[in-house]
């Protein structure tokens, strides 16, 4: 015992902090998929008015607020927009939404993450996100999901999964029995509610909020993968309601909502 001792090396300890994810409350205005400047601008005007309708005032951005073609590693089939447009653009959308929300809080989706990649790691949300902003209203994760409570029942997890499917709602079913939570998912365009296999936890496909027909690896060839549908969801007292465009959602009787 004492040759074992006097042998003993300590083990060198190197600690490894990835923060926290955040653990929110409340209602919140929920959206991902921006992909600045392809946005689908006179949508993300609707998202706005329902805000202002039923007076919340946070919004939680939940991934891909930028597309970053510039630091991608596909080959471009026409020519990327730079990063300093893509800022630029980023920036304009930010002014606007500052002047109506009090609490902006941004996810990161694999498109954030390409400046990362690019950088191999020594950009983190602040240093991305930074260059766009300093309004003290935002605020930014480097995870790539949060939790609200549900004063209801099961919390939510709103998330930009790494993970797509071509059937809407299987992915989010799959997450809602692996984390025991109601899921709001991205980035897989599709929108869509509903229940999870085992019709414990509520499921929402929450769309985009980018113009896909701005999109040149959608449009320019024909192909057979999903169509990409623009929504949002208003997350209120715990329920979710999603938006689409009509008849998904009857916008005559929004625009006409009264208190």
């Not at 990835?18 to 991902?32: A, E, F, I, R, Y």
């Not at 909020?209 to 993968?225: P, S």
Request: charged share 25%; hydrophobic share 35%; aromatic share 12%.
């Amino acid at each position: 015992m004492r040759y074992k001792r006097a042998n003993e090396k300590k083990l060198a300890r190197f600690e490894v902090d990835l923060g926290t994810p955040w653990q929110l409350s409340g209602d919140w205005m929920v959206t991902g998929d921006i992909h600045v400047p392809c946005t689908d601008y006179d949508f993300l005007r609707l998202l706005l008015l329902v805000a202002k309708r039923h007076g919340i005032k946070r919004l939680l951005i939940a991934g891909d607020y930028f597309t970053q073609d510039g630091f991608s590693v596909y080959a471009q089939v026409v020519k990327a927009i730079t990063w300093a447009e893509e800022r630029e653009a980023a920036r304009v959308i930010i002014h606007d939404l500052v002047e109506w929300f009090t609490e902006i809080r941004f996810l990161m989706g694999n498109h954030d993450r390409r400046m990362q990649r690019w950088a191999n790691g020594e950009f983190d949300e602040n240093d991305i996100f930074g260059m766009i902003t300093t309004a003290e209203e935002c605020h930014y994760s480097n995870w790539g999901w949060c939790t609200i409570d549900n004063p209801g029942g099961y919390p939510w997890r709103v998330t930009h999964s790494s993970n797509y499917s071509v059937n809407q709602l299987s992915v989010g079913s799959e997450l809602a029995n692996k984390y025991q939570m109601n899921i709001i998912s991205h980035h897989q365009h599709h929108l869509a509610k509903g229940w999870d296999r085992y019709k414990r936890f509520v499921i929402v496909d929450n769309g985009c909020m980018v113009d896909h027909e701005k999109l040149a690896y959608v449009v320019l060839d024909d192909n057979k993968m999903p169509g990409m549908t623009t929504g949002f969801t208003m997350l209120k007292n715990g329920t979710p309601t999603p938006y689409g465009k009509h008849p998904f959602t009857d916008w005559d009787n929004v625009l006409t909502y009264r208190a």
